[in-house]
């Protein structure tokens, strides 16, 4: 019985990572001509355009200020990467720790329910000799 | 002894905190999911600056408070950090043809309650505007307060209500988190309203125009926030029990 609990955990799990990837997807689809800008960006435009004139920040981001100008596309998704990736690895990591916890948790619990037979067989053989 | 000295760094870590903040708030920036770098007047900075202390104060202490009594947990508090880092960085396509990218934070809140994300919430902003000039220093304040501060008290809040409500638990958490996510775009666009309030119309007008930027962006990927967070919360449920009962998680469930 338990485990048909899991299984269907395991279709609850499938069948919403599915929806959230469609809905990822699906505007790339449907809206092909779009440039995917980000939302961010579009913010600063409103800025400017609530404000009936130009907007200069007054003040730039650290590394832009270091690097003497915006930091080059392809490195940008490289740090967006290990931002995720240092997301990725740990929750990883504890998923993995815990699994196998669960798992060693039930041998655990079987071997001692085992013992515990073993146990009185073994003491009815002493009565028998 | 171990213990004063632990006290005695925690201690330093929130006064160098409180530095930094106030560093911050003299030498003023500015963030990007987040309001861009520079976008927001000094005053402002400071303002929400300010207003972010005692919340990040009351994360300090919250988190210390679970480190000390059920060191268990931490399991809980880094993997809710961790899916912060990660849903934060996922930068997803939506309907109205531009990009945006989800908080993360209704997970934590959930666990946690809402003043320890706002600890969590800071490193994921400082990490990106530092790193990825996405939001900035300058704003932090305000950017802390609208995804590590008023996103996850409303996660937290309707969370608590769904479940006295005796809502089904997995509809309460997708709620929490999507509407939390939600929210945070909201405060996000009145804040920028506050700053720059609509030559006709005032803040409202203005608020609403920045709104029209965020809310439809974001409505589909706070939807893909509650259901990652609920997934996410499946397989806690299923592999660390004995954490979840550690920090009361099924006590809300009678």
Same mark, same amino acid.
């Given at each position: 019985?338990?485990?048909?609990?899991?299984?269907?955990?395991?279709?609850? @799990?499938?069948?919403?990572?599915?929806?959230?990837?469609?809905?990822?997807?699906?505007?790339?689809?449907?809206?092909?001509?779009?440039?995917?800008?980000?939302?961010?960006?579009?913010?600063?435009?409103?800025?400017?355009?609530?404000?009936?004139?130009?907007?200069?920040?007054?003040?730039?981001?650290?590394?832009?200020?270091?690097?003497?100008?915006?930091?080059?596309?392809? @490195?940008?998704?490289?740090?967006?990467?290990?931002?995720?990736?240092?997301?990725?690895?740990?929750?990883?990591?504890?998923?993995?720790?815990?699994?196998?916890?669960?798992?060693?948790?039930?041998?655990?619990?079987?071997?001692?329910?085992?013992?515990?037979?073993?146990?009185?067989?073994?003491?009815?053989?002493?009565?028998?000799? | =002894?171990?213990?004063?000295? =632990?006290?005695?760094?925690?201690?330093?870590?929130?006064? !160098?905190?409180?530095?930094?903040?106030?560093?911050?708030?003299?030498?003023?920036? $500015?963030?990007?999911?987040?309001?861009? #770098?520079?976008?927001?007047?000094? %005053?402002?900075?400071?303002?929400? %600056?300010?207003?972010?202390?005692?919340?990040?104060?009351?994360?300090?202490?919250?988190?210390?408070?679970?480190?000390? #009594?059920?060191?268990?947990?931490?399991?809980?508090?880094?993997?809710?950090?961790?899916?912060?880092?990660?849903?934060?960085? !996922?930068?997803?396509?939506?309907?109205?043809?531009?990009?945006?990218?989800?908080?993360?934070?209704?997970?934590?809140?959930?666990?946690?309650?809402?003043?320890?994300?706002?600890?969590?919430?800071?490193?994921?902003?400082?990490?990106? $505007?530092?790193?990825?000039?996405?939001?900035?220093?300058?704003?932090?304040?305000?950017?802390?307060?609208?995804?590590?501060?008023?996103?996850?008290?409303? $996660?937290?809040?309707?969370?608590?209500?769904?479940?006295?409500?005796?809502?089904?638990?997995?509809?309460?958490?997708?709620?929490?988190?999507?509407?939390?996510?939600?929210?945070?775009?909201?405060?996000?666009? !009145?804040?920028?309203?506050?700053?720059?309030?609509?030559?006709?119309?005032?803040?409202?007008?203005?608020?609403?125009?920045?709104? %029209?930027?965020?809310?439809?962006?974001?409505?589909?990927?706070?939807?893909?926030?509650?259901?990652?967070?609920?997934?996410?919360?499946?397989?806690?449920?299923?592999?660390?029990?004995?954490?979840?009962?550690?920090?009361?998680?099924?006590? #809300?469930?009678?």
């Amino acid at each position: 019985m338990k485990k048909k609990h899991m299984s269907k955990n395991t279709k609850t @799990v499938l069948i919403l990572l599915v929806i959230a990837v469609l809905i990822a997807v699906v505007p790339l689809f449907a809206r092909k001509g779009a440039s995917f800008g980000g939302s961010d960006d579009a913010g600063s435009v409103m800025v400017e355009e609530v404000r009936g004139a130009s907007y200069e920040p007054w003040s730039t981001p650290v590394l832009e200020n270091l690097l003497g100008g915006e930091l080059p596309g392809e @490195v940008e998704s490289l740090i967006f990467c290990v931002q995720t990736g240092i997301g990725v690895g740990i929750i990883a990591f504890c998923m993995g720790r815990l699994v196998e916890r669960k798992k060693w948790m039930k041998k655990y619990e079987k071997e001692q329910e085992e013992t515990e037979e073993d146990g009185g067989i073994a003491r009815d053989h002493a009565g028998d000799r | =002894m171990t213990n004063k000295s =632990m006290a005695h760094r925690e201690k330093l870590l929130v006064a !160098l905190a409180g530095v930094f903040a106030l560093s911050l708030a003299a030498a003023p920036e $500015a963030n990007a999911m987040h309001i861009m #770098e520079g976008y927001l007047p000094g %005053g402002f900075c400071i303002a929400w %600056g300010v207003l972010c202390l005692p919340f990040v104060l009351a994360g300090f202490f919250s988190i210390r408070r679970t480190v000390q #009594e059920n060191r268990k947990a931490l399991i809980l508090l880094a993997m809710s950090g961790a899916f912060i880092f990660v849903i934060s960085s !996922l930068k997803i396509p939506s309907v109205t043809g531009s990009c945006s990218h989800m908080t993360g934070t209704g997970l934590g809140a959930i666990l946690f309650g809402p003043s320890c994300v706002s600890i969590l919430g800071v490193i994921v902003l400082l990490f990106q $505007a530092i790193l990825l000039a996405h939001g900035g220093l300058t704003t932090l304040g305000a950017n802390t307060f609208s995804m590590a501060i008023a996103g996850p008290f409303l $996660a937290w809040g309707l969370y608590a209500l769904l479940s006295r409500l005796r809502v089904n638990r997995r509809v309460s958490i997708f709620l929490a988190a999507a509407l939390g996510d939600l929210f945070t775009y909201c405060v996000t666009s !009145l804040q920028l309203a506050l700053a720059y309030p609509s030559q006709q119309g005032g803040v409202a007008a203005s608020a609403l125009k920045f709104l %029209g930027v965020f809310a439809p962006t974001q409505v589909p990927l706070a939807v893909i926030e509650g259901i990652l967070t609920v997934v996410i919360v499946i397989a806690l449920e299923s592999y660390a029990q004995p954490e979840l009962k550690l920090i009361g998680y099924y006590r #809300e469930v009678k």
